[in-house]
């Protein structure tokens, strides 16, 4: 059935707190926030609910869930799974990599593995790593396996051999033998789920999707019942970790591909405005309550990277190896550090001050909330400064004790033999400093020059740092979005619809123009068996000098200049090239599905002009009066200087001296 | 710019960012599995004086070695006359000098501002192979330093944009692997590159004066937070001893006398056997590694690792024993198997001071699996190491299966083994009953074994603890020993852990590693614990009824 894009679409998602639901057509934007309910089925419902009768018209329904990662976190909802691997190679999935998450914590401990060793079978066969046949599946043995499978109680049973990647043929059989014996529960064979070579990656991988599938497909299908009863009959796609979407028979079989589908809104919402506004290099910083991500758009496309460790803990925005569950996949790339709004200031026991990363997240909540936070944290420093209103938020929704705020950083300041405004200022300075961290990771660390970005700056709390970390990173340009607090849902509608297809090469000397001819035929079709018509596809290929493991994604443009491509690249980010063979390890076609281009945020009641207030405030470096700017009561084309700040329903702009800010529709745009 | 406490803290922070950063750099540049796959390296920025001012958690056993390498390479450049100048980097492998064994490689680029030094990016890189008696150059036939391989006294190797190449060529073809060699060599100055880049832009935001000033800051930081934490040992003296197992079955005597007071802690090595003629000796800078590892355990992975958190340690080892020996005795097992039993050795005097933050003893070798031989007309040469149980800890069971102590490197995919060597991988598992009993029981070792698919294939191994057991502590027991057994022709002999020999094909050799001690009278272990083991198939029930006296309190089914 093909898909026609109604000028109508809804965008639903879910997070651990929220459910945002955002509805647009052609008079702009409607958006509702409710709290997400235990069932995450009944938020959705209630929340489209809500948007009345209209909102059955809707030609697309966008979703986006944590229902996955929540259950990695949790262990709740993960099916009873079997893993079955070759004869000796029961505990590849535990073993890991056979390091420790923690290099000098005599405690360190594995995350608790997926599947236990009682129920991680072997069977004798084996293929060889050029893809030979060495010993058949063991017919009888296999039998006897599936045997206990089926009785066994399992929901989902993973099937993950040596060398499948170059030819799953004893995968396959081994899942017709459960079948044969009547196990009807979920099988993931991972030479389908994930065929690249690495045993324990495509073992977690398959793993992981294993033990997700049944609850992903259970709480979809109930999903779309309910939606069918209630007379919503648009299609609904389910967002991927790299921006793209899935339908929902495929996220129901392949769970890992949907796993970070919620942080890849706010980027996809970035691509979407850099589009509009022809902004070819773009930083987004979305900063929240217990966070703040980074990521780069280069030429409208985001970063993206090929593993993510799911349920791990991170160590100043990088990923700690080991401790949680390896995915292969395709991911948006985001760094991610404790800095957010609620992020806790403490003073260790040799008197220096530390921001993070504790965070006392919406309950309590930063103390100048008033519901019971004790604690100084990065919002409550911001109230003591005069950054953030000191009276209330929200358009006065929300009250704001700066009295409390105040109590909370003297809490710490006498111990740090300083004043509690100095103590403020110190906080925002090293939350600056963690932010801008996570910023070069994902430009500096990559070889990109920062300086030749704009900041793309959203989150409750991202403008109010914005200005601060554009000078930290030696950047000039900025772009705050109207609703910035919300603007993360709208990549749900934002969002082209992607889909990526891989073909290893795995040579040197390969001519691609013709592969990539081959694998655009095949992506094509999927694609229309998928019931999309129209869309466009792009090339990439990954490549390294023979001999080196981790490789280059670069766009293919002709084979003659693939080398040179790679060369400037790799001389780029390491000082030199080498005059050895260039290997392909895999060309990569993203095919995209473009969308109605009506969807720009826009406000949709006219200004009325406010004369702006006064207060006292720590602006780039120094205590001012500066003026307050109601951002609603200024119109498309104002503009000033500053040091100021602009208020907005969901968010605070704090705009640094030498800096000009001009009003437009989409938001506000700061250049210096 | 005023140098606020804030600003100095923003740049140490950067420092470590850009260690970090460089590891990564030299990952992904690398042609070895060894570096590229394991990640058998580490990276660090230095004050013009060799003092530490960053170092990116890699490998421990160069926490310390990397630190005492540059300041002895900054001492014989001296020495020598010898003026780096600015954009050169200068490598070196002596082991006397750069502090662990030929095959890690050292790297240092000096940075300078207005003609002057103010800092040093450093990396150290494992090499499969040096050249030497056997492939993976670790050889416990090697009786001198040049007999284990290629020695490379400090020699420029990047001068102005450009590798020396007579430098890239004279290490890279005394390998039996020179083009892997080249790659990875020149992947240790990308490192440095990357690293350089970093601690210029630093330098230009913040001025010289605010980078020297950060440097003492983060010192005194990380030497307050040391003393307070030193604070909750409890003072006095302690010693212990522990062996190390001698290729023709003589033992070596590890002792330490350690001595802990409110200010500082001194170690003394003296009574540990004298150097020998073959390769188990660990050079000074070995042993300082494992003392700094070891306190860094007990006082806190929080504390910024710098010159500052290691200033309260004093190391003597009189010379000429195992633990200082003299040049040019051969040290190649010393960086990877003594340097596991300092550890131990360690753990073991500071558990009257620290009681139950000291966990049982973990397998205690790296289990260094060296392979070459022949393959389609060229030379091909192998390393990697293999992970043990874990010793049991006063809460929680040791881990199954992992890197212990000195080491943290990752291992070699089997699917990365099978395309790029004549291996077919037969086993990799956690080994059942290999773990100590215990309240809390010690981690399974693991078994591997590997195929040969080529006729004359040298296969070294160099193992510890076959027969002085990991420990268990408060009525722990012991983990079983290490074994290594050959299989020929469906024939299998155990031959001991420290052994060289040819495999042809079909033939077959099998590493067993030690099991963690037990921590706490196995008696008490928790019996649903009990019963998960068995279930999960880690211990027999024979294994249980005879250790855990389970018979008196479950009926097996």
């Known amino acids: 059935l093909p898909v026609k894009m109604s000028r109508m679409a809804v965008g639903v998602d879910v997070g651990g707190t929220f459910t945002d639901v955002i509805l647009s057509d052609s008079e702009g934007l409607e958006v509702l926030k409710l709290p997400t309910t235990a069932d995450p089925a009944t938020a959705v419902l209630r929340a489209l609910g809500r948007l009345g009768p209209k909102a059955r018209k809707a030609g697309l329904i966008s979703h986006a869930t944590t229902l996955a990662t929540n259950a990695l976190l949790t262990h709740q909802g993960l099916a009873h799974t079997a893993l079955i691997t070759n004869d000796g190679f029961r505990d590849i999935l535990e073993i890991g990599r056979q390091r420790r998450p923690e290099l000098y914590d005599l405690e360190t401990r594995r995350p608790s593995t997926l599947v236990r060793r009682r129920d991680r079978l072997t069977i004798r066969c084996r293929v060889g790593a050029d893809g030979s046949e060495i010993e058949p599946l063991d017919a009888k043995g296999a039998e006897a396996l599936a045997e206990h499978v089926a009785k066994g109680g399992f929901e989902s049973v993973a099937i993950c051999f040596l060398n499948s990647y170059q030819n799953g043929v004893h995968e396959k059989e081994m899942r017709s033998v459960l079948r044969d014996c009547g196990f009807p529960g979920h099988i993931s064979i991972s030479s389908e789920v994930d065929d690249e070579y690495r045993e324990y990656e495509r073992t977690s991988t398959t793993v992981v999707n294993a033990a997700l599938s049944p609850l992903m497909t259970g709480y979809l299908s109930s999903l779309r019942t309910s939606l069918r009863r209630s007379n919503f009959r648009a299609p609904i796609y389910i967002m991927n970790s790299d921006g793209g979407a899935s339908t929902v028979a495929y996220a129901s079989s392949r769970p890992v591909t949907v796993i970070e589908s919620g942080p890849a809104a706010g980027v996809i919402a970035s691509r979407h405005l850099a589009r509009k506004l022809s902004l070819n290099r773009v930083l987004t910083f979305d900063m929240g309550g217990t966070t703040a991500k980074a990521a780069t758009v280069i030429d409208y496309e985001p970063e993206v990277i090929d593993e993510f460790e799911a349920a791990g803990k991170t160590h100043s925005g990088r990923s700690i190896r080991g401790s949680g569950y390896p995915i292969r996949g395709e991911f948006i790339d985001l760094a991610e550090v404790s800095a957010g709004g609620g992020t806790i200031a403490w003073v260790d026991e040799a008197g220096e001050l530390k921001v993070g990363p504790a965070s006392a997240g919406s309950d309590p909540g930063p103390a100048c909330y008033g519901t019971g936070g004790l604690n100084p944290t990065v919002t409550d420093a911001n109230v003591v400064l005069g950054r953030l209103n000191p009276a209330a938020l929200l358009g006065g929704a929300m009250p704001i004790r700066s009295d409390l705020a105040l109590r909370s950083i003297r809490k710490i300041s006498g111990r740090l033999g300083l004043g509690p405004m100095e103590v403020a200022k110190g906080i925002i300075r090293l939350v600056d400093n963690a932010m801008a961290r996570a910023m070069s990771l994902v430009t500096i660390e990559r070889g990109r020059d920062p300086r030749e970005f704009e900041i793309l700056a959203f989150g409750g709390a991202g403008p109010v740092q914005a200005c601060d970390l554009a000078e930290e990173m030696g950047i000039s340009d900025v772009v705050v979005p109207l609703h910035a607090g919300l603007f993360s849902a709208y990549g749900l509608l934002a969002g082209e619809l992607t889909r990526s297809f891989i073909s290893p090469v795995m040579g040197t000397g390969v001519r691609l123009a013709g592969r990539f001819h081959e694998l655009e035929l095949s992506a094509a079709r999927a694609m229309r068996e998928e019931g999309f018509i129209r869309f466009g596809l792009d090339r990439y290929f990954e490549g390294r000098y023979l001999g080196q493991s981790h490789e280059l994604l670069l766009p293919f443009r002709t084979d003659s200049n693939v080398r040179s491509t790679f060369d400037a690249r790799h001389r780029a980010l390491y000082g030199y090239s080498l005059p050895d063979k260039l290997e392909i390890v895999k060309i990569k076609v993203r095919a995209r599905v473009p969308r109605p281009s009506s969807m720009l945020l826009q406000p949709r009641t006219p200004a009325s002009h406010t004369p702006p207030s006064k207060r006292r405030a720590w602006i780039g470096g120094r205590s001012r009066v500066v003026p307050v700017f109601n951002r609603e009561a200024l119109p498309a084309g104002s503009r000033g200087e500053g040091p100021c700040i602009i208020e907005e329903y969901d968010s605070t702009l704090v705009v640094n001296p030498s800096w000009r800010w001009t009003v437009e529709d989409y938001g506000t745009r700061l250049t210096r | ?557």
Request: charged share 25%.
């Open chain 2, 1 to 557: 710019m005023k140098s606020d406490r804030v600003t100095l803290q923003i740049i140490s922070n950067s420092l470590l960012y850009a260690s970090e950063e460089m590891g990564l750099a030299l990952r992904n540049s690398a042609y070895s599995p060894n570096i590229k796959e394991r990640m058998d390296h580490s990276a660090a920025v230095f004050d013009p004086t060799g003092k530490l001012l960053a170092q990116a958690e890699h490998i421990p056993v160069h926490l310390g070695s990397l630190p005492w390498g540059l300041a002895n390479l900054i001492r014989h450049l001296s020495r020598e006359r010898t003026e780096l100048e600015a954009g050169s980097m200068v490598a070196a492998n002596d082991p006397y000098i750069t502090g662990t064994h030929l095959n890690d490689v050292t790297v240092a680029a000096p940075i300078h501002s207005k003609g002057e030094v103010v800092a040093y990016v450093v990396n150290k890189a494992h090499h499969s192979d040096v050249g030497g008696v056997v492939p993976g150059s670790i050889s416990m036939r090697a009786r001198t330093l040049s007999e284990e391989g290629y020695v490379l006294e400090p020699t420029t190797l990047w001068r102005r944009g450009k590798f020396v190449e007579s430098t890239v060529e004279g290490f890279s073809r005394a390998s039996r692997t020179p083009r892997e060699r080249r790659g990875d060599l020149k992947a240790q100055v990308a490192a440095n590159v990357t690293g350089a880049r970093r601690v210029k832009e630093l330098i230009a935001r913040y001025g010289l004066e605010a980078f020297e000033l950060a440097g003492e800051n983060s010192f005194k930081h990380s030497a307050t937070l040391t003393k307070k934490r030193l604070a909750r040992f409890r003072r006095g003296n302690y010693e212990a001893t522990d062996f190390l197992e001698g290729p023709s079955g003589e033992d070596l005597k590890l002792r330490v006398r350690v001595a802990v007071s409110t200010s500082d802690v001194s170690l003394d090595y003296s009574g540990t056997s004298a150097e020998v003629d073959y390769p188990l000796n660990a050079v000074l800078g070995v042993t300082i590694s494992g003392a700094y590892y070891v306190l860094r355990c007990l006082l806190g992975d929080d504390i910024p690792a710098n010159y500052g958190a290691f200033e309260h340690v004093r190391v003597h080892a009189p010379m000429g024993t195992v633990l200082n020996p003299t040049s040019p005795h051969p040290v190649g097992g010393g960086n990877v198997e003594t340097s596991q039993r300092n550890a131990d050795v360690l753990f073991r005097a500071l558990y009257p001071s620290v009681r139950d933050r000291v966990p049982a003893a973990a397998g205690g070798s790296m289990n260094n699996v060296m392979m070459g031989g022949e393959a389609a007309g060229s030379a091909w040469a192998f390393y990697e190491t293999i992970g043990v149980g874990l010793g049991g800890r006063s809460r929680m069971d040791g881990l199954d299966g992992i890197q212990a102590n000195m080491t943290n490197t990752m291992n070699t995919p089997i699917e990365e083994i099978e395309r790029t060597i004549p291996i077919r991988m037969l086993r990799y598992e956690f080994r059942q009953d290999s773990s100590g009993a215990g309240k809390f029981r010690g981690g399974s070792g693991l078994i591997r074994a590997y195929q040969s698919l080529a006729d004359g294939m040298t296969f070294t191994v160099l193992a510890d603890r076959g027969r002085h057991l990991p420990w268990g502590l408060k009525g722990g027991f012991p983990g079983n020993g290490t074994e290594v057994v050959v299989e020929r022709k469906g024939t299998r002999v155990a031959v001991p852990p420290k052994s060289t020999f040819r495999l042809d094909a079909g033939d077959i050799a099998e590493i067993r590693t030690a099991g963690g001690g037990g921590y706490g009278d196995p008696a008490e272990r928790d019996v649903s614990n009990v019963i998960r083991d068995v279930e999960d198939g880690l211990l027999t029930a024979q294994k249980v009824t005879t250790d855990y006296r389970l018979g008196r309190r479950f009926t097996l089914k």
